[in-house]
């Protein structure tokens, strides 16, 4: 049997987990990987949390879980592959079969055959289009040099101010790591919000946080030129005429496909500039596969194609794609929800699925987005708050999205709503789930069920929300609903919105129902410190006669604005 030749252009993490699986599937083939960095298999993600000293051996990024950090021998020992660093594919002869190459040590070029090729080139990091991009301290943080060079920056402790440019995952990765260096610290985002998958009010939750640390946000501000002293960064002009002092800028504004080897070889690059790919992760060329951040993907809710520059999903791809070299096109991959998470210093921000306004617009026109926060787990065991923003579909029940962030464990949150939305689950089959329970895990009913509780009563019609936006939109155009606190006076004194609401405990309401208006379409809102109280009391106010009766969602841990106390 004539032996196999597998090519694998790239070697961050889809490429090297496609050569890994093709070997695992064919001990006879010959699998050769070329990489035009130094190293292999880097975890890139982990770059921000070396330079922020999580930890401190470098070769922790490049290392397998036992400790064995993932070289030239390692491939070559442990899995008989040939993986060849400083070694750059410049071309791609698909007539011949064959790529061309450059060794980036020696400057020696070669050529190889191949009977299947596949693409792992990923992406590079975006730049602005400014003037002084190329002075010294303009940086990203998109590489193992970059990760280097920012640990410098720590361990030096010589930088006094940085701007990190963008407020997306990698910024704020980036800002609470060179936070922690002592490094005074500036974020521009030129959109109205940090970390756009969420939505604003989300969002306004996070970046609260952020300034609570000592971190100096501007939004709704974009870059307009880096400023500099004999080739030296010495600050950035924003696009308001602003100046901000800084000695380090690291530009985190996204990532752009790198596909000019297959663009220049004639495969299809699709509408987002990414390699084009089917299901099997084959491009136009059917000798041909492409994985990871270089390729666009299928959004599995929408049907449309999308970047998707996440580690988690290039290894998946690289699996995908290994598998089909060899034994043919038997596996496939069917896209993304685009789950993701981050953490922003003591708080965590994911999502997954769609925004109720991104349902709207591609599909579901009946989306609706219900707000539950609680605490992850009993008080009594140090629960930490948690705040979730969920989105269904009010015709079938439909699980379509969540978000979550909160100081609490927003990760078993967002992938169990991952879950429900991938296994096409309803609001109904989610309100009685048979979930694991011991009060150092979670509360008896779990902050998941328990917004999925709150979505079913939406549902119903028994829930009538507001949240914090529509509210403050009301008040700031002088509407003056009546106010319910639904809380103790205790509670009333310790932490208030300050915003005109009346303190009626629930327990007294009841007994004080005439001291609220009188006429029974007046709007009413009720609330306490996360809404369940405010909840009870809308019912009981809605069985007394009042019409127009709602309960501002998430209470007053989900108000994203300012509070009297």
């Known amino acids: 049997m004539e032996r196999k030749r597998i090519v694998v252009i790239g070697g961050s993490a889809a490429g090297p987990k496609a050569a890994a699986k093709a070997r695992r599937l064919d001990e006879g083939a010959e699998i050769i990987l070329l990489q035009k960095g130094a190293d292999l298999s880097m975890a890139s993600c982990g770059y921000p949390y070396y330079v922020g000293g999580f930890f401190d051996d470098r070769n922790r990024l490049l290392a397998t879980p036992a400790g064995v950090v993932r070289d030239t021998k390692f491939y070559l020992n442990a899995k008989a592959i040939d993986a060849r660093t400083s070694t750059e594919a410049t071309g791609i002869d698909r007539a011949a079969r064959t790529i061309s190459f450059r060794n980036l040590a020696t400057g020696d070029t070669g050529s190889l055959p191949y009977d299947k090729l596949i693409l792992a080139t990923g992406a590079v990091a975006r730049m602005p289009p400014v003037p002084g991009i190329d002075l010294e301290g303009v940086t990203t943080l998109q590489s193992m040099k970059d990760a280097d060079f920012l640990r410098a920056v720590r361990d030096e402790k010589k930088i006094r101010k940085a701007v990190v440019i963008g407020g997306g995952l990698i910024g704020i990765e980036t800002c609470e790591a060179l936070h922690l260096a002592g490094i005074e610290l500036t974020v521009v985002e030129m959109m109205p919000q940090l970390l756009t998958f969420l939505d604003r009010d989300m969002a306004m939750l996070v970046e609260n946080h952020v300034r609570a640390k000592g971190v100096n946000v501007i939004t709704h501000n974009g870059l307009a030129a880096f400023l500099g002293k004999d080739g030296k960064l010495t600050g950035i002009k924003l696009q308001n005429g602003t100046e901000l002092e800084c000695e380090l800028a690291v530009v985190a504004i996204g990532v752009v496909p790198n596909v000019e080897l297959a663009r220049k070889a004639g495969l299809t690059i699709g509408s987002k500039g990414g390699i084009e790919v089917d299901r099997y992760m084959k491009t136009s060329d059917p000798s041909i596969y492409a994985v990871g951040d270089c390729v666009e993907i299928p959004h599995r809710m929408t049907g449309k194609k999308i970047l998707a520059p996440y580690g988690d999903l290039a290894n998946l791809e690289g699996r995908v794609a290994g598998e089909n070299a060899i034994a043919g096109d038997t596996v496939t991959f069917p896209g993304t929800i685009q789950t993701g998470i981050c953490k922003v210093f ?86 009685n789930a048979d979930m694991p329970y011991a009060p150092p895990f979670s509360l008896a009913i779990d902050h998941f069920i328990a917004a999925a509780h709150l979505m079913q009563n939406k549902l119903k019609g028994r829930l009538k929300g507001i949240t914090a936006f529509e509210l403050k939109t009301e008040l700031d155009a002088g509407k003056k609903p009546f106010l319910v606190d639904a809380r103790g006076p205790d509670e009333y004194e310790a932490m208030r919105l300050g915003i005109g609401e009346t303190l009626i405990p629930l327990g007294a309401l009841r007994k004080r129902l005439g001291e609220l208006p009188q006429d029974k379409d007046a709007e009413i809102v009720c609330f306490c410190k996360i809404s369940l109280r405010g909840y009870e009391a809308a019912l009981i106010l809605e069985a007394n006669g009042w019409k127009n009766v709602r309960v501002l969602e998430g209470g007053i841990m989900a108000w994203p604005f300012p509070r009297e106390k």
């Open 346 to 431: 003591d708080f965590s921000a994911g999502s997954t699925g769609l925004s109720d306004s991104a349902a709207k617009a591609n599909g579901f026109p009946d989306a609706v987005a219900v707000l539950n926060a609680s605490t992850d787990k009993p008080g009594f065991m140090g629960g930490k708050l948690v705040v979730t923003r969920l989105v269904a579909d009010r015709k079938t029940g439909r699980v379509l999205g969540a978000q979550v962030v909160g100081p609490g464990d927003v990760a078993k949150q967002v992938a169990q709503w991952a879950l429900s939305i991938q296994g096409n689950m309803t609001i109904d089959d989610i309100v």
